[in-house]
């Protein structure tokens, strides 16, 4: 059954298995089938496990309703990061390729900076600097004199 489908075709679906269900079943899917109002239930019978499976699942990524899942998104990912970073062995690291290192590098560089409320980008401030002066001799604009030095 495709998530993604509006409509559930009730009279096709898998029949309850004994035993164990289905295993890896994303959790985008349960989200997705849960923004639609389905029950636990109803979904454990569109995926093919068990309603209680369905209820582990989704509490364990911290939705209880999608409101709350919403209000607690960033500690979702938070507890979602922290077991990813957690699993992450020194043999991991041996192995990857400098490429995907560099990668890794820059872009927990960048969170590290967003994190304590740093630029994360370069930003240029010539043009800026360049339209005050050209305001400052049209008289436009009184250019300020910052920590004891005027803009040349």
């Not at 509006?6 to 349960?30: A, C, F, S, V, Y």
């Not at 995926?47 to 998104?73: E, H, P, Q, W």
């Not at 010539?126 to 004199?145: F, M, P, S, W």
């Amino acid at each position: 059954m495709n998530p993604q489908s509006q409509e559930i075709d009730w009279t096709n679906l898998p029949e309850p298995k004994t035993g164990r269900g289905p295993k890896n079943i994303p959790l985008e899917t349960l989200i997705e089938l849960y923004k639609k109002k389905l029950s636990h239930a109803q979904i454990g019978k569109v995926t093919g496990c068990s309603a209680s499976n369905v209820t582990m699942r989704l509490k364990r990524a911290g939705i209880t309703t999608l409101r709350d899942y919403k209000k607690n998104r960033a500690d979702v990912f938070a507890i979602i990061q922290g077991k990813i970073i957690n699993s992450v062995s020194p043999l991991d690291i041996k192995k990857a390729s400098l490429l995907q290192k560099a990668t890794a590098i820059g872009i927990m560089y960048d969170k590290e900076r967003l994190e304590r409320g740093e630029s994360t980008e370069n930003i240029s401030i010539h043009a800026d600097i360049k339209a005050l002066r050209e305001g400052a001799q049209n008289g436009a604009v009184k250019a300020k004199t910052i920590a004891g030095e005027g803009c040349r």
